[in-house]
């Protein structure tokens, strides 16, 4: 079995660079990008992402299914999976629900969905020989949402962290561009 690493931290903290700089000198390295162009400040943002890679670099842009992605790519030597929030954010807002009156059924069904995706990594990461580098927000040091949809974010998003840091080998926490390893 291979190594998995999560990074985590707040909002530009240098996760995605470190988790570039990790990977920097491997070859064979799958690029999985979770963000959907969905107004022009992300689409800058992804432009960004973008252009620091290295064009040898395999990108796969994709939210859904990541296990599979990692099965099927066995070879590689790193996948960098970037970002678990982007990704659940795209999740849930694939789901038909009232966000603001969510029914406690529409909550677990949203979890539910999330965790399988948390889960199919993991799944996935058992049978891959190489690094898997997975780069997620921390959500949960902040004030409470305002809004049902983002208290259901940060509480998805913290139990899904959780989940995916008692699988991985490695777990760092980056603070101001500096990283903190908090595990392995």
């Not at 530009?12 to 963000?35: C, F, H, I, P, Q």
């Amino acid at each position: 079995m291979g190594e998995v690493i999560l990074i985590t931290g707040g909002a530009r903290s240098g996760k995605s660079r470190m988790a570039e700089e990790m990977a920097m000198n491997s070859e064979g390295v799958v690029y999985v990008a979770t963000a959907l162009p969905i107004d022009d400040e992300m689409r800058q943002r992804i432009r960004r992402h973008r252009q620091r890679r290295p064009s040898c670099w395999t990108t796969v842009e994709k939210y859904r299914d990541l296990g599979g992605v990692i099965r099927e790519n066995v070879g590689a030597e790193v996948i960098l999976v970037d970002c678990i929030t982007v990704m659940i954010t795209n999740i849930l807002m694939d789901i038909e629900i009232d966000w603001n009156d969510p029914s406690s059924s529409d909550l677990e069904r949203a979890e539910g969905e999330v965790m399988r995706e948390a889960d199919g990594i993991i799944g996935a990461a058992d049978g891959f020989t190489g690094r898997i580098i997975l780069v997620t927000n921390e959500v949960g040091m902040s004030l409470v949402p305002e809004y049902p949809l983002g208290r259901v974010f940060r509480d998805i998003a913290g139990s899904v962290n959780q989940r995916l840091a008692e699988a991985c080998d490695r777990v760092y926490l980056m603070v101001s561009g500096i990283p903190l390893k908090i595990k392995g």
